[in-house]
């Protein structure tokens, strides 16, 4: 089943030039581009983007990395990708949530790190599953910043 996916290249990979690298990896898999940007974002937009994690102890921190403030960088890449099984075939090569436990091989194991403080940067964001994935891009996204109709 085709679906559409929605990634962030997040201000960690942002501030240390990963994003071409990041991208390279996931060139490779057998999904389309079909939208890109570099976005500035506020705590509006990192609140809804994590709504559903809202209330975690991690939370507040979390919403300042992704706005950036954490790494001193203004932007992150929003990306969105279609393909058969789009989002298993990018969250396979993301890598598990916590870096420390993401395989080497993995852009989360390559890349990604646990602060001394307990913070996982883990370099990407990517939708979790359909319906957020559809959220999300919505949320990212006007329908002609794409280049094609989602169904
Ligand atoms: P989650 O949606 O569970 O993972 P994923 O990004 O792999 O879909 O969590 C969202 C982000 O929240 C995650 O990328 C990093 C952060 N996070 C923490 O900082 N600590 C945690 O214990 C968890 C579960 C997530």
């Not at 990395?65 to 993301?94: D, K, N, S």
């Not at 891009?137 to 794409?146: C, D, K, M, T």
Request: aromatic share 6%.
């Amino acid at each position: 089943m085709e679906q559409a996916v929605l990634v962030l290249i997040k201000p960690d990979a942002i501030q240390r030039k990963l994003t071409g690298a990041v991208l390279a990896r996931l060139e490779s898999l057998d999904v389309k581009l079909i939208g890109a940007k570099a976005v500035r974002v506020d705590h509006a937009l990192a609140e809804e983007h994590y709504t559903r994690l809202r209330g975690k102890p991690f939370f507040d921190d979390m919403i300042r990395y992704l706005c950036g403030e954490l790494h001193g960088v203004e932007f992150v890449v929003a990306l969105v990708f279609w393909g058969e099984e789009a989002i298993r075939q990018i969250r396979h090569v993301a890598g598990a949530t916590n870096p420390e436990a993401a395989a080497p091989g993995t852009i989360r194991g390559a890349y990604g790190c646990l602060t001394s403080g307990g913070r996982m940067e883990n370099v990407l964001h990517a939708s979790s599953d359909e319906s957020e994935a559809k959220r999300e891009i919505a949320l990212w996204f006007r329908p002609e910043e794409l280049l094609i109709q989602l169904p």
